[in-house]
């Protein structure tokens, strides 16, 4: 078998091989050859059990001080495993078999015990409430001080200097149950820190957060990467964040390493991370795209709005003759709008006349009363058929608003009916007939002991008989290609999401209401899921989702609200809210990358992007654009196959079959010196 | 939902205490309420722990405990009269000797409880802890396996109440008024509630073992709990308590 560790990326075509010198400016260029890796792998592979597969599968790797690596793949690709190997954990923790070698600072990490490793290697672990040993923020720092012996008459100055290089210098009396999400993860981190590892290796670190404490615990990473020169190895599901701060991304998939490069290498590979189940991120899809199409040249995609733009801007030639192509490009816009993707719902007029919404909020408030995340004056009202997304900061109320809406919360002010029944009047029970919740974290749902039983089990509370529950369960079992007599806690995470969805799906209910139905799924499960979500509500349920994810947000939603402080600041159509700045601002919520994309475009180049929201939207009107001004001359009928084919895989994707999409493949036939437009610094 | 042994910030003398001052504080107000036999005696002792809550600012802790145990209290009475049959008859099958017994053994309950959560509001457990290893000369493994089952009972409360969250909004049927019942469905959420504190403890001992927990020593706290005058002073107390109990 070959060296799975060899990247593909950097042989393939003269395009792919000048990527590195369009990136002349990345942070750390890797280090010279002489310098000895910190961490290495050396045709590991490890399994659970005799009988269980390979969870990591003859992996070779390795990690040079002060890089910055992220490591991203499909659920059940090995990550957690493959960082539990690099921490020590594996073979010291979690027994199974071992095969290679995996040297830390040069020594096997089987000679040598787990609290030696961990001298080296800090490791952050995915579950940070397990993760932490004491009750205020000044003793969960000084244990590990104390006991790694570290003299007293430091202990004081190791345990400031953590504090202020992860920023919670005055969370330091506090008690941890008191803290949010983010502060929580800059706890365990700032306690790693204070130990000072060469290494810190972090499974997940965002998972629970929204986007602006995410970035916040990135900042902290890169920073402590930069001005500490220690080492980052990150498990990310955020592709965004990835390819922001990230020196060099690894993929893995099945247990293995796919692929490995820098950031623009590896997302030039976006039919490849497709077919693996890894997301892109949306500009380096628009830049593929356009590569594809023969519009820019091949082999670097953008990876922020601003490289995105500056991209488009050239390959447009846009100076001066801004507004030239906007009226046609605009009415050939409209007509082509439905038929181009489909991913989703037909976007619907939000209140069609006359029809009786299924769920609405009129003057709502509630408050705990211990205080806490209060709202205020919520109006709202979801008709039949529509998704609608309910966005904002953690802490906005958002989540107050769904338990308010399937009646574990009653307001203390004003009103909400769910198909017609007031909650105050209506046990939670009954509301549940009407109204079915997918919760963020499947394993609070799941109770019994195989599939069949747990998604059956809704339907016989509704009082359906159990034959007739088995009959449809199963029908809905079969469909998501889920196994009938497993039990649910032997599947993975992704799978449990399944069956929680399944059991969901089965009642058939009016309403759904989706609580982050997307954290902790890979990129793939997410689709699975959100596609199912927006079949539901062309089927005719009205769906209010909560989620963080403004790019999932963008491609399923078709209307949203957007709070803040427990307040709505902003409510409507998803394009007219996501270009809302001043209150995307307000509740700290950054639009999706197209959107941001589109709306600079049209200020900048050309008003016909106003409004765009879909990467092949966007693609089609640059195509169209270039065609009218002539700048790009030679899209052939080849580059127009494989931009069709980007299309389908788009759509493909999200069915859950996706479909190896040509358009990064196809042949390249821009000129070399093409490369002088495509961007400046 | 208040939780009742949360630490309560504050810099009272009982704050300020060597914890191992206070674990025999609280162990000298439970030895007396076991010796002492009296009536005034027990609501003495029960009264003396009430005033240290509010001296420490407690209280409302120490009131919502009272809220959950004095119906125990009472079933352990109704219990009490019940199979108490010497004395003489009051009313029915009540018996006067019946009424004393009961009624002693439900002071003694609250006058278990209420010094031991007294103790644990004004006491950071990582001091606890820390204070009896170095004091008491308790294994740290010991000393860290109570602190991490006292800090996960807040956990998995929370936990449990999302699961029974989640369990609601499908349709179980949570809001009965039928406490049997209620106990019935709340079984099945007994097992997704073991499984995440399975996980839950093995990360926890992992993360603990890579930040070096078996290195740890008596030695090895950064902070020193000496004791002090006052911590004599309410040793002298503590002996007086006794002594008062056997007396009485």
């Known amino acids: ?681 | 939902m208040l939780n009742v042994i949360d630490y309560v910030p504050g810099n009272t003398l009982l704050h300020r205490l060597n914890p191992v001052t206070k674990l025999a504080l609280a162990a000298a107000i439970i030895a007396a309420t076991f010796l002492a036999a009296d009536y005034p005696a027990l609501v003495g002792l029960l009264a003396f722990t009430l005033a240290l809550g509010v001296y420490a600012g407690v209280i409302r802790q120490l009131v919502g405990l009272l809220k959950v145990l004095v119906p125990v209290a009472l079933i352990m009475l109704l219990l009490q009269v019940a199979f108490v049959r010497g004395g003489t008859p009051v009313a029915g099958f009540v018996t006067d000797e019946g009424l004393v017994t009961g009624g002693r053994a439900c002071l003694r309950l609250l006058g278990v409880a209420l010094p031991l959560v007294l103790m644990l509001t004004v006491t950071k457990l990582t001091d606890l802890a820390n204070a009896c290893v170095e004091k008491l000369h308790i294994p740290y493994k010991y000393a860290f396996t109570f602190t991490t089952a006292l800090r996960f009972v807040p956990v998995f409360s929370q936990e449990m109440n999302a699961i029974m969250e989640a369990q609601t909004a499908r349709g179980v049927e949570f809001d009965t008024k039928n406490p049997f019942k209620k106990l019935r469905l709340m079984l099945p959420v007994c097992i997704p509630l073991l499984v995440t504190s399975v996980a839950k403890t093995d990360s926890t001992a992992l993360a603990a073992e890579q930040r070096g927990f078996y290195l740890r020593t008596r030695a090895s706290s950064y902070k020193r709990y000496p004791f002090v005058a006052r911590d004599i002073a309410v040793f002298a107390v503590c002996v007086a308590l006794i002594v008062l109990g056997v007396l009485l």
């Open chain 1, 1 to 681: 078998m070959q060296s799975p560790s060899v990247s593909s990326t950097t042989s393939q075509t003269p395009q792919a091989a000048q990527a590195p010198a369009a990136e002349p400016q990345r942070a750390s260029s890797p280090a010279p050859a002489s310098v000895r890796p910190v961490i290495q792998l050396d045709h590991v592979s490890f399994s659970y059990g005799h009988d269980a597969g390979r969870a990591v599968d003859d992996v070779s790797l390795s990690i040079k001080p002060g890089e910055f690596v992220g490591l991203i793949g499909p659920s059940g690709a090995g990550k957690s495993t493959l960082a539990a190997i690099m921490s020590g954990a594996i073979p010291h923790h979690y027994t199974g078999q071992l095969y290679g070698a995996t040297l830390v600072e040069g020594q096997d990490t089987c000679d040598v015990t787990l609290t030696d490793i961990s001298r080296i290697v800090g490791s952050v672990l995915q579950d940070i409430d397990a993760q932490m040993v004491a009750s205020v923020v000044e003793d969960e720092l000084l244990f590990g001080l104390e006991n790694f012996g570290v003299p007293h008459r430091h202990i004081e100055k190791f345990i400031t200097a953590a504090l202020d290089a992860v920023g919670i210098a005055d969370l330091r009396d506090r008690e941890i149950a008191t803290l949010s999400g983010g502060q929580k993860q800059k706890v365990a981190i700032a306690a790693i820190l204070a130990l000072a590892p060469r290494v810190l290796v972090l499974d997940e670190p965002t998972a629970a957060l929204d986007p602006v404490s995410s970035e916040m615990v990135f900042d902290v990473l890169r920073s402590l990467n930069r001005d500490e020169g220690i080492t980052v190895v990150v498990i990310e599901q955020k592709v965004a964040l990835l390819s922001q701060y990230c020196d060099r991304i690894l993929v893995m998939n099945e247990g293995r390493l796919e692929l490995q490069g820098t950031p623009a290498e590896v997302f030039a590979h976006s039919a490849d991370l497709r077919r693996i189940g890894v997301d892109s991120p949306r500009t380096a899809r628009i830049s593929n795209s356009l590569a594809a199409a023969g519009l820019v040249p091949a082999g670097c995609p953008c990876l922020t709005v601003d490289e995105a733009y500056d991209l488009i801007a050239g390959a447009l030639g846009a100076r001066g003759s801004a507004a030239a192509a906007a009226s046609p490009a605009d009415s050939a816009l409209a007509g082509e709008k439905d038929g181009s993707y489909g991913a989703r719902p037909d976007p619907k007029s939000p209140a069609p006349s006359g029809a009786q919404p299924a769920v609405a909020f009129e003057h709502v408030g509630f408050a705990y009363p211990a205080g806490g995340a209060a709202v205020t004056d919520l109006n709202l009202a979801v008709y039949p058929g529509e998704v609608f997304a309910l966005i904002g900061q953690n802490g906005a109320g958002k989540t107050t608003a769904t338990k308010l809406l399937n009646g574990l919360l009653q307001p203390t002010e004003g009103r909400v009916t769910v198909a017609g029944h007031d909650t105050r009047s209506t046990p939670v029970s009954v509301i549940a007939r009407y109204a079915a919740t997918l919760f963020q974290n499947p394993d609070r749902q799941l109770c019994k002991n195989t599939v069949l039983d747990e998604v059956a089990f809704g339907l016989e509370l509704q009082g359906v008989d159990a034959v007739a529950a088995r009959e449809r369960a199963r029908a809905v079992i079969r469909r998501f290609g889920l196994p009938e007599e497993a039990s649910p806690f032997s599947l993975s995470r992704g799978q449990r999401q399944m069956v929680a969805l399944a059991s969901v799906v089965v009642l058939e209910p009016q309403v759904i209401v989706l609580d982050e139905p997307t954290s902790g799924l890979d990129y793939r499960e997410c689709m699975t899921v959100m596609q199912t979500v927006a079949d539901m509500a062309r089927a005719g349920s009205a769906v209010v989702m909560v989620c963080h994810d403004m790019e999932v947000v963008s491609d399923f939603a078709d209307r949203a609200a957007v709070m803040a402080e427990g307040r709505i600041v902003g409510m409507g159509p998803l394009a007219e809210v996501f270009r809302n700045e001043a209150v995307m601002a307000q509740a700290y919520v950054a639009p999706p990358q197209v959107t941001a994309l589109s709306e600079r475009l049209a200020r900048g180049v050309s008003p016909a992007f106003a409004g765009i929201g879909e990467v092949a939207e966007l693609v089609d009107a640059v195509r169209r654009l270039a065609a009218e001004r002539g700048a790009g001359a030679d899209v052939s009928g080849g580059a127009k196959t494989a931009f069709a084919s980007e299309l389908l895989a788009q759509t493909g994707v999200s069915s859950a079959q996706p479909v190896a999409g040509a358009a990064d493949a196809a042949p390249a036939h821009i000129a070399p010196s093409a490369h002088k437009e495509e961007r400046h610094a």
